[in-house]
């Protein structure tokens, strides 16, 4: 069984930074696509950034484009989320999720895997 666990969030102050991590067990990530989603209180899960199987394509939603970034490695099978410059709006939980396939898309109905999510929140 596919298994995901984030690392612990954290609180921080806007324009600070935070890195999320998650360790896959159960399979090798390396056919996987690789995605982080977050929740926010009273809102949808929204995709945040998706990385294809062999790291070299990854996709952004608009919101986090030029101060997140997302990698793997599937030697390690993690993959990671550096968040940079952040704001007050990138509160919510963040899962990390698995696809299993060359397909990568942001959307959660796609994603076979998931973690239980961290809390990210960013004070102003």
């Known amino acids: 069984q596919v298994r995901l666990v984030e690392s612990e969030g954290g609180s921080v102050q806007a324009g600070g930074a935070l890195r999320l991590s998650c360790q896959v067990s159960g399979d090798r990530i390396v056919g996987y696509c690789m995605a982080w989603f977050r929740r926010a209180p009273g809102k949808e899960r929204e995709g945040v950034a998706a990385i294809h199987t062999g790291g070299g394509i990854t996709y952004y939603t608009d919101s986090v484009k030029g101060r997140f970034t997302i990698d793997r490695d599937n030697a390690k099978n993690t993959v990671s989320l550096q968040m940079n410059n952040l704001k007050p709006e990138d509160t919510a939980m963040y899962y990390c999720?698995?696809?299993?396939?060359?397909?990568?898309?942001?959307?959660?109905?796609?994603?076979?895997?998931w973690g239980q999510g961290t809390q990210v929140t960013v004070s102003s």
């Open positions: 999720a698995a696809k299993s396939g060359l397909y990568c898309v942001l959307r959660p109905s796609e994603f076979n895997y």
